[in-house]
């Protein structure tokens, strides 16, 4: 059983990720980060009744860049729940890699490094082969007029 407060309304539930049982709210995103870090997994019993009574007075929550680069490593460890790319994103990486750049998968792989895992190790599985090819394409372009030369030279 885990312990984990709203960051709306300062309420108690079990799982962080929940829908607020007393407010409605559903923390999504960046939300997701903070909800994580007024969970027991980031504080102890008495700073989360701390933490509570300040919701409750009307004090917002607002985490630092360092509490928020925890919480997006930690979550990025244990995000099981990553369902990755779908299959047109996918195939959108794909295509855009081999026909413009290599670049957008390589930055999605950067990006997605600890928020979503799986998505970034499938940009990753386009960006390498994206970038073999397109190399080996500019490599082509780039040798041709000097292959052509050496053709006409020996025809
Ligand atoms: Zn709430």
């Keep these: 059983m885990s312990r984990a407060l709203c960051?709306?309304?300062?309420?108690?539930?079990?799982d962080y990720r929940d829908i607020c049982p007393a407010c409605g709210h559903r923390p999504i995103d960046e939300g997701l980060l903070v909800a994580w870090l007024l969970s027991d997994h980031h504080l102890t019993d008495l700073q989360l009744d701390q933490a509570a009574d300040r919701i409750r007075d009307?004090?917002?929550?607002?985490?630092?860049?360092?509490q928020i680069r925890i919480a997006r490593r930690a979550l990025g460890r244990t995000f099981s729940s990553?369902?990755?790319?779908?299959?047109?994103?996918?195939?959108?990486?794909?295509?855009?890699?081999l026909v413009l750049t290599p670049l957008p998968a390589w930055v999605c792989f950067g990006w997605w490094f600890n928020a979503r895992p799986r998505a970034a190790w499938q940009s990753f599985g386009i960006a390498i082969p994206g970038s073999v090819i397109f190399g080996a394409f500019g490599l082509w372009l780039a040798l041709r007029p000097w292959l052509q030369a050496l053709a006409e030279q020996g025809g």
């Excluded at 960051?7 to 079990?14: A, H, I, K, L």
């Design 58 to 66: 009307g004090h917002p929550i607002r985490p630092s860049d360092r």
């Design 7 to 14: 960051p709306r309304c300062g309420d108690d539930r079990d």
């Design 82 to 97: 990553d369902p990755g790319l779908s299959v047109n994103e996918r195939l959108l990486l794909l295509g855009c890699s």
